[in-house]
């Protein structure tokens, strides 16, 4: 494998190069770069397998950098200190990141996932929702990707019904009657879907779309939603108020 490191900090690098050294030394290390522009220029002239690739550069971000790479698509790991709209975007597009500092357990799980390679056109696929995610784009209908054991799924925002937690996994029901489970937890699915206002936690186990509830049941000590799929959904006792506000500003 062929791996380019771009990070603005020599000391960031020279951490990757130690790490990924001592994680696998036939890993050919073929290239690095301080900023967007040298990044650009190595990438096309070592056409490397994967890059580690740093957000924030003195001349730009690492998502400058995609956006002028030509037909030769490579692995991406993006290294980061924490920034919730960047690591929103990420997610949303299935990408992978690690977050600094950089240990050797985060570099070797990385390495591994990268060396699970995938279909071009999906690679061109993650690139395009990334940037949907990054321009905010109110003209297209809103997707995302969720990796599961075996697949790849692109997923329409709206066609979500709701999400149901299970330990470290969650069961996400569709319109279509499909059911898909991630390795995600709930709260890591709140955080792809915390932009778009229709999708509202109920309860700890459960987050669920407003706009495809079929009815609500309410009683002094009971508050259930019944779902489009007909799933019925508790809604915890203290969510209660909250919840009927946001149906109100929802629908009135």
């Known amino acids: 494998m062929k791996i380019c490191i771009i990070d603005d900090e020599k000391s960031n690098r020279d951490i990757l190069k130690y790490l990924i050294h001592h994680i696998d030394n036939s890993i050919n290390i073929v290239g690095e770069a301080d900023n967007v522009k040298n990044g650009i220029a190595i990438i096309h002239q070592t056409q490397p397998d994967l890059i580690f690739l740093d957000i924030e550069m003195p ?7 995609i956006q002028q790479l030509d037909q030769h698509q ?3 790991i993006f290294c980061t200190a924490y920034n919730q709209f960047a690591l929103k975007a990420i997610e949303c597009s299935a990408l992978a990141y690690i977050l600094k500092p950089i240990t050797k357990d985060v570099v070797a799980q990385a390495l591994q996932k990268a060396n699970k390679k995938i279909d071009g056109n999906l690679r061109i696929l993650q690139y395009n929702i990334l940037e949907e995610q ?3 784009l109110t003209t297209i209908r809103k997707r995302f990707l969720l990796p599961t054991a075996e697949n790849l799924h692109l997923l329409y925002y709206d066609e979500l019904i709701c999400c149901i937690a299970d330990s470290n996994y969650t069961s996400i029901y569709l319109e279509n009657g499909k059911k898909i489970v991630v390795a995600k937890t709930l709260k890591e699915m709140a955080f792809i879907l915390a932009s778009h206002p229709q999708f509202y936690r109920v309860h700890q186990s459960n987050i669920i779309n407003l706009e495809k509830i079929k ?3 309410k009683t002094d000590n009971h508050l259930s939603v019944l779902m489009k799929n007909d799933m019925e959904i508790m809604v915890s006792r203290n969510k209660r108020a909250e919840f009927l506000l946001a149906i109100r500003q929802t629908f009135l």
Do not use: A, R, Y
């Not at 001349?59 to 950098?65: P, R, S, V």
């Open 59 to 65: 001349d730009g971000t690492g998502f400058d950098l």
């Open 134 to 136: 990054l321009k905010q």
């Open 74 to 76: 490579p692995e991406i």
């Open 215 to 217: 009815s609500i049941s």
